[in-house]
């Protein structure tokens, strides 16, 4: 979440239960809510490595709160962090080994697998389509977002057919 | 038609098939469409089928709405067996028992949305007043209002599968068969057939889908897997959060 923050922090100052409302304001009921705790782990430790820094602002009834604003280390981190394209999603997991094991191992079934990981997959689904119902209409991002996820799983259920597919075929 | 009217037991039922059997003889080998498929749909079931292209799962639809007949086996609607039904008699029970949506609408193209709607009721024996406001209510309800006298040529393809589900349930079928009913539609269009479908499988109406769009299939409560003619798995959705992370692990943005 430290690269989110900063990046929300670009906009102008703000302090952590602002940065968290805004966060979830932003991504909707499809990212699961922040912790708040969490927001204050992470803003300390971007202030420690110098990406922010923070002014403590008196406040009449209540304890002082902390205001945190970018330094220009962090708004190169930032730059950085833009220019920067991401990782590809990961395409060898733990249910692959299992299938690519099975046989040898004598202990499961290639098809007992891929079914019950099937199963899994389409119930998840289902949650991501509930969630898109049930999200406000008009926030894009979380849309998005959830849309993403869908289409990651429609990918994984289509490999999983594939694999169905190769594997009944030499039954 | 004596048995239409006769009392149906409760619990009876929607669909039941067993052991039905389909191959088709074309250039080459027979393919073995459909090879011994046992199913049982239950009133308000929301079944989804689903499997590569060329699994066969068309032709199971062909073959639960009387488009196909089978080699082998034996289906019953509502608990009335249809083994020995002729083509005309299927084209009457389509147009009462089973409403039908395909991935290219099959619009009648020289019709009006409003003639294609109603058609059906009136062939169903529908007085043409109330066919009319069958057809507004249902138009209406799937947001097409205005669009009555529009030719399908006109309505882009997402509104032209809305009036195909119009079509399909005017005369308030007990089944509706959908078969690949998003396979043309871009994204947008497929979130719109899945919210449609949901919404009349709320309403209780049982619905047995043919799709290859796993987003789509998860709108079901039932997933039926099918690959090489034969059902490979069968499995409830469960309502209750995925084991595990589930969607908040799917959804987690990395830190």
Redesign the interface.
């Given at each position: 979440?430290?690269l989110?923050l900063l990046a929300l922090l670009a906009r102008g100052p703000a302090h952590g239960y602002e940065l968290k409302q805004d966060l979830e304001q932003l991504l909707g009921s499809?990212?699961?809510q922040p912790n708040v705790g969490q927001i204050y782990v992470t803003l300390g430790r971007l202030e420690k490595s110098g990406l922010i820094e923070g002014e403590d602002v008196e406040q009449s009834s209540r304890p002082n709160k902390k205001v945190y604003h970018l330094t220009d280390a962090g708004r190169e981190a930032l730059h950085a962090w833009f220019e920067e394209t991401e990782d590809e999603p990961r395409v060898r997991d733990e249910f692959f080994m299992k299938l690519a094991l099975a046989p040898q191992s004598g202990l499961a079934d290639q098809?007992a697998l891929i079914?019950r990981q099937?199963?899994?997959?389409?119930?998840?689904?289902?949650?991501?389509?509930?969630?898109?119902?049930a999200e406000n209409r008009d926030n894009r991002i979380a849309h998005l977002?959830?849309?993403g996820?869908?289409l990651?799983?429609?990918a994984d259920?289509?490999w999983l057919?594939?694999c169905?597919?190769e594997l009944?075929e030499l039954e | 038609m004596s048995d239409a009217s006769a009392p149906v037991p409760e619990n009876t039922p929607v669909l039941r098939a067993e052991g039905l059997l389909k191959t088709h003889y074309g250039e080459g080998a027979p393919a073995h469409a459909v090879r011994g498929v046992d199913l049982c749909v239950r009133q308000g079931e929301f079944v989804a089928v689903?499997?590569?292209s060329g699994a066969g799962k068309s032709t199971l639809l062909h073959l639960l709405g009387g488009l196909q007949r089978p080699d082998g086996g034996s289906l019953w609607l509502d608990g009335v067996r249809t083994d020995g039904w002729q083509e005309a008699r299927w084209a009457v029970e389509r147009r009462r028992r089973i409403g039908i949506v395909f991935q290219f609408f099959n619009l009648v193209s020289n019709l009006s949305v409003a003639d294609n709607v109603e058609l059906p009721a009136l062939l169903a024996g529908l007085p043409p007043k109330q066919a009319r406001a069958e057809r507004e209510a249902l138009l209406a309800e799937l947001g097409l209002a205005g669009k009555e006298r529009s030719l399908p040529g006109e309505l882009s393809g997402g509104e032209q599968q809305r009036v195909a589900l119009a079509r399909a349930l005017v005369n308030h079928p007990p089944l509706l068969l959908a078969d690949e009913p998003a396979g043309s539609l871009d994204?947008k269009g497929t979130?719109e057939v899945?919210?449609l479908l949901?919404r009349f499988h709320q309403r209780g109406q049982t619905i047995v889908l043919v799709t290859h769009?796993?987003?789509l299939?998860?709108?079901a409560d039932r997933?039926i897997?099918f690959?090489?003619g034969r059902m490979?798995?069968d499995?409830e959705?469960?309502?209750a959060?995925?084991?595990r992370k589930?969607?908040?692990g799917?959804?987690?943005?990395k830190?």
């Open positions: 979440m430290r989110p499809a990212y699961p098809i079914n099937r199963r899994q997959y389409l119930n998840t689904m289902r949650s991501l389509s509930k969630l898109a119902t977002l959830i849309e996820a869908m990651h799983l429609q259920l289509d057919e594939r169905q597919e009944e | 689903t499997g590569p994204s979130r899945m919210r949901s769009d796993a987003r299939a998860s709108a997933v897997s690959f090489d490979a798995d499995a959705l469960t309502a959060p995925p084991r589930g969607i908040s799917v959804l987690e943005l830190d």
